[in-house]
């Protein structure tokens, strides 16, 4: 994640709405993958005064909801790219939901800003129907949930993908609820962010492996996807993970099935990727003059020059003196997981897919 630069100097962070220094108006162009500095024009449009180009407003953006996206002027839409793919929301007559809808909204938009960059195709389901995208943020009225049941039945709304459309179940946007949760199913690591990323890689699953020329090579490392689904979860949650998972798999989840191996190596490669370009764009230097990111422009290109062993030794690097810096202030490890060879090789493969030229 980047971080942009107001008119006045002072660093602006991706969620701000204001400048601290100066309290200019703020919205991010997603067009332009920056949070610019704003001024008020005629007929309710802003200009940026980065590019000079106009934009209006997001309506979450105007209702106060935590939205700072903008829609540029020729986009006839009310909503910004990111709130348009959230089909169904929550009842915001209830406060609580208002939170939740926030926090997965906040969660949301980190997904995005990485899915944009690194140039996968995001597209609105309801222009592309079969090949689309959409998400639908929902509560369960039922007394059973997916926070009561590890496998509840099919009518109650379980965090999931299927054909192009990712479910949420708010109650993981309560840190309480999802700290309970993630304690019961001997989680190392459960976040809003994490989960949407994880959802994403089914979805990209869809768009850029199934039936391409890849299919056998990750067939080779994660397994044969068409061993049935429902059979080979429904045997995690009854037996757990395969004993000794650790040298295969990234987390005992990615055990359950190879499509739930690619998503969770998917996820990873989300978290280091992201985590880098911060780490990039912040100057920070964990090993000297060696550290390959330093001074870079973490951009796609230069994301696709590096090898998987490059990638991998500077996430090594970084997400240690994270886990260090995390124990000083007696907080759980950012990143507590150990990549085996066999789980970087899946991750070299992902790496490929994500920098093949478009």
Known sequence: MKTSYCQCGNRLHFENTSCQKCFRELGFLPDEGLLSALESVANNHWQSLDTNRLYRKCQNYEQNTGCNWMIAENDSSSFCVSCRLSEIIPDLSIPENVKRWSRIERAKRRLLYSL?????PVIDKSIDEENGLSFRLMEDHSHY?????????????????????????????????????????QERYRTLLGHLRHESGHYYWDRLLRNSIAIDEFRVLF???????ETALQAYYNNGPIVGWQTSWVSAYASAHPWEDWAECWAHYLHMIDTLETASDFGFDVNGTTNAISGQRFDKHYLASLSIEQLVDE????SVALNEMNRSMGLADAYPFVLSETVINKLSFVHKIITAPS
Do not use: C, Q
């Open 116 to 120: 944009f960059w690194l140039g996968l």
């Open 145 to 185: 949930s997916e926070f009561v049941n590890i496998l509840p039945e099919r009518d109650h709304i379980m965090t999931g993908h299927i054909g192009g459309v990712i479910t949420l179940n708010i109650e993981e946007a309560d840190p309480v609820l999802r700290e309970e949760m993630r304690t019961r199913m």
């Open 223 to 229: 397994g044969d996807e068409r061993t049935d689904y």
């Open 315 to 318: 996430w090594r690097k970084l």
